[in-house]
């Protein structure tokens, strides 16, 4: 069975400051792997994701997450917060088997202060 | 290149009603699959679809129904409605499993039950 942890449901940076979002997995098999932001009242974009080629993975908007399989962990980074970046970020995991869906996280709130 | 379709984007029912959640794709995707989001919850999946004429149940699929007569179309019917059924319902649609695909998501359709 596959789950994923977000630790915090809730994150507040300064704009400039590093942006980490901890997402924990849980996987029979290995994963696949993946981060969602949603703005309000959008639906979910796909922000990148973890398919085996490289543990770190860089996406859009200048996040990057980076796969660590002995600590069974996908936390996704920025270097430098934008007010933009104020949202709601979900981790998500599917192992690699035939029909299997997304399972997500609880999500993780970004307020970015200026 | 619409994507993932959902309507209506609100609804309000009373308590007893049934309605029907649409959902198109334009994708030829083979997995399409409903989601609820609820505060600090997270998207949890309630039904799934892996082709034309193959359902199952998700986690939270009580009080739910679908059907999946084409590719395209993958609606959500709530039987009887009921104020727990409150909440924010995404359809998603992806590619099968192998590739490390990701889901594409409709914009969401917000219910409010009372």
């Known amino acids: 069975a596959q789950s994923v942890t977000q630790l915090g449901s809730h994150v507040s940076v300064s704009e400039g400051a590093l942006v980490l979002l901890r997402c924990n997995y849980s996987?029979?098999?290995?994963?696949?792997l993946f981060w969602y932001v949603q703005y309000p009242n959008q639906g979910l974009q796909l922000l990148l994701k973890?398919?085996?080629?490289?543990?770190l993975v860089k996406g859009i908007n200048g996040f990057e997450a980076e796969f660590k399989k002995s600590e069974t962990s996908f936390h996704l980074t920025k270097p430098s917060a934008h007010m933009s970046d104020a949202a709601e970020y979900f981790c998500?995991?599917?192992?690699?088997?035939?029909?299997?869906?997304?399972?997500f996280g609880g999500g993780t709130r970004l307020m970015v202060k200026p | 290149n619409a994507g993932v379709t959902q309507t209506p984007k609100f609804q309000v029912l009373k308590t007893g009603q049934s309605m029907t959640l649409q959902c198109a794709q334009d994708?030829?995707?083979?997995?399409m699959s409903w989601y609820r989001q609820d505060p600090g919850m997270g998207l949890r999946l309630i039904h799934y679809?892996?082709?034309?004429?193959?359902?199952d149940q998700g986690e939270v699929p009580n009080g739910y129904n679908v059907s999946r007569s084409t590719t395209e179309d993958f609606p959500l019917r709530l039987l009887s409605a009921a104020p727990s059924q409150t909440s924010v319902y995404f359809c998603?649609?992806?590619?099968?499993?192998?590739?490390?695909?990701?889901?594409?998501f409709g914009q969401g359709t917000r219910l409010t039950v009372v």
């Open positions: 994708m030829n995707h083979e997995y």
């Open positions: 996987s029979s098999v290995p994963p696949y």
């Open positions: 973890y398919t085996s080629a490289a543990t």
């Open positions: 998500a995991v599917s192992e690699n088997n035939a029909g299997n869906m997304l399972t």
């Open positions: 679809s892996v082709g034309a004429g193959i359902t």
């Open positions: 998603a649609s992806r590619r099968p499993t192998g590739v490390g695909t990701e889901a594409f």
